[in-house]
């Protein structure tokens, strides 16, 4: 955490992750960064506006994720995994009901 200040570490379902402070995990951030067409300064003010977090704590996610970004990476891809799965699970569920 001294590496990175702005960044706090929750304990979850999923295992240790990396937070912002009252704030998403920073795995949602740079997910949020990668589905967006903005770069650099303009990428960090739309995060802002979503999240409603100054940008100097986005920022703390970006940094993070340039140290980390395998980790990161892994946590997005099983949130997105977890998504799908539970879209097919609803999907299925909806085709048993008609």
């Known amino acids: 955490m001294d590496a990175h200040p702005g960044v706090i570490f929750r304990d979850g379902p999923s295992g240790r992750r990396a937070a912002l402070p009252y704030g ?8 949020f960064r990668h589905e967006i067409d903005q770069q650099g300064p303009e990428a960090v003010a739309a ?4 999240v409603n977090l100054p940008a100097g704590r986005i920022w703390a996610a970006i ?5 980390y ?3 990161i990476d892994a946590e997005i891809d099983q949130a997105e995994r977890e998504s799908r799965d ?4 609803w999907e299925t569920e909806q085709g048993l009901q008609a």
């Open 86 to 89: 539970a879209e097919t699970a």
């Open 24 to 31: 998403p995990d920073v795995w949602e951030i740079v997910k």
């Open 63 to 67: 940094h993070y994720y340039g140290a």
């Open 69 to 71: 970004a395998a980790e």
């Open 47 to 50: 995060a802002t506006e979503m």
